[in-house]
Every structure is written in C-alpha cells, then in structure tokens.
C-alpha cells in the first residue's frame, strides 16, 4: 500500500502525506480469493475496506415474506465495482457498535484490499482533532453520496411499481 495510492481514497482527500502514514500504519493487506465473500451481510461490522486490486460485488438479501411459502431469501446485486475507482466498504459500522453490516461484498476476481478497524480509525480521529475533522468530513461526503443514489433507486423503483399498478 503506496502512499500515492492511498490518496486517491476519497476518505483521504485533503490529507498530506504524514496524516495518511498514520492510517497506513494501521491497515493491514488482505488478499481475498475470487469468489469468497469477505464481508456478510449481517455479521457485526468492525472495519472498513479499501479496494486496491481487483473488482468486487455488492448484495443485498431481498428477504421477502412469500405468502405460504416462508422466506424468498435470494440476493439482488447492488453494483460492481472495480479498483480503479478506488471505493471503499464497511464505512457505516464506524458509527454504530452494534451495526450490522447492509450488505455483503463477493470478490468477482482476486482482490487485494486495506483492511483498517473501526477503533483504529477513530482512534486517530480521537488523538488528532484536525485530521479527525477532515476524515469525518470526508466520511459525511461519501454517506451522502450512497444516500442520494440510494433515494434515486427507491424514486425509480416506485416509479416503476405505480406505472405497473396503473395498467
């Protein structure tokens, strides 16, 4: 994990170079096989993961109630995303202990990740307020993103559904 690489994560915008070593002392390298979930939907959120190499897939369970018939428990693919984009993952379980995470991320190829804990991360947040403030600020930036996407994808879905409804 470069330096130079690092940057290019939103989370670090506006970092120099000194403030992102403090992160990159942190982070550990994860090589993840093709195929393997590596995070599930679920499971207790400790981490956020910085996609360096590779491309991955985000699900969701669909979890519908089917009349008589129980659970549909099929998942929907949300997007893919690829490295060079430079996203990241695991960014809501930050705020919230007891967070679940939302979705699950399947490695379409062999992936190599940055994995930095949760307590790590505001840990150094806690000990350099100025930094902190820019990664939190950076961290807003990109909740508000997936949440503005998101509100779009609910606003065509219902769109859909009453065009449907009508007929």
Known sequence: MDIKELKQFQIFRNLDE????????????????EGQNFIVEGDIGDSIYLLL???????????????????????KAIINLSADVKPLFGEMSLFDK???????????????????????????CDEYPDIGYKVMKNLAKILCKRLVETNQNVLKLTTAFSLVLER
């Open 18 to 33: 000194n403030e992102i070593i403090l992160f990159q002392k942190k982070m550990k390298n994860i090589n993840v096989p």
């Open 98 to 124: 007891e967070d679940l995470r939302s979705a699950s991320v399947k490695a379409i190829t062999e992936c190599k990740l940055a994995q930095l804990m949760s307590d790590d991360l505001l840990a150094i």
């Open 53 to 75: 190499e590779g491309q991955v897939r985000i699900n969701q369970a669909l979890t519908l109630s089917m009349h008589k018939s129980g659970l549909d428990n099929r998942e």
